[in-house]
C-alpha cells in the first residue's frame, strides 16, 4: 500500500507559476509510472501529466503542454509538477495518482492508476 500527499497548491494571479510536489510513504514508488490529473468544479476529472517509472516517457494534456513540467525523483519517493503561465483554467484540485509497477511507459487513462492522493486546490484569479 502506498500513501500519496499533494502539497504546494495555493491562489496565484494569472501568469504565476506554483510547484506541486506528490510524496509517496509507505512502499517506494520508483517502478510505478504517476500521473496528474485535476478536477475543476462542475467538470470531470481529466489527465494533466504523467511520467514513467525511468522519466523516459513523459505525456502532457494538450491544454498545459509548453507550460507544466512533470518531474520525479525515485530517490525522494516524490513527484513533481511545475505549473508555469497559469491561467483561470487551470483552475482546480489537483490529484496525484500511482500506476503500480508499471514497466514500461505511461498511461493517460485515469482508471489504470490504482492510488490515489486527496487533491491540493490550486485557485488561478485573472
Known amino acids: 500500500q502506498v500513501q500519496l500527499v499533494e502539497s504546494g497548491g495555493g491562489l496565484v494571479q494569472a501568469g504565476g507559476s506554483l510547484r506541486l510536489t506528490c510524496a509517496a510513504s509507505?512502499?517506494?514508488?520508483?517502478?510505478?509510472?504517476m500521473g496528474w490529473f485535476r478536477q475543476a468544479p462542475g467538470k470531470e476529472r481529466e489527465f494533466v501529466a504523467g511520467?514513467?517509472?525511468?522519466?523516459?516517457?513523459?505525456y502532457y494534456a494538450n491544454s498545459v503542454k509548453g507550460r507544466f513540467t512533470i518531474s520525479r525523483d525515485n530517490g525522494k519517493n516524490t513527484v513533481y509538477l511545475h505549473m508555469n503561465s497559469l491561467k483561470s483554467e487551470d483552475t482546480a484540485v489537483y490529484y496525484c495518482?500511482?500506476?503500480?509497477?508499471?514497466?514500461?511507459?505511461?498511461?493517460?487513462?485515469?482508471?489504470?492508476?490504482?492510488?490515489w492522493g486527496q487533491g491540493t486546490q490550486v485557485t488561478v484569479s485573472s
Open positions: 495518482a500511482a500506476d503500480y509497477f508499471r514497466a514500461v511507459g505511461v498511461t493517460r487513462e485515469e482508471y489504470e492508476y490504482d492510488y
Open positions: 509507505g512502499r517506494t514508488i520508483s517502478r510505478d509510472a
Open positions: 511520467i514513467s517509472w525511468s522519466s523516459s516517457t513523459i
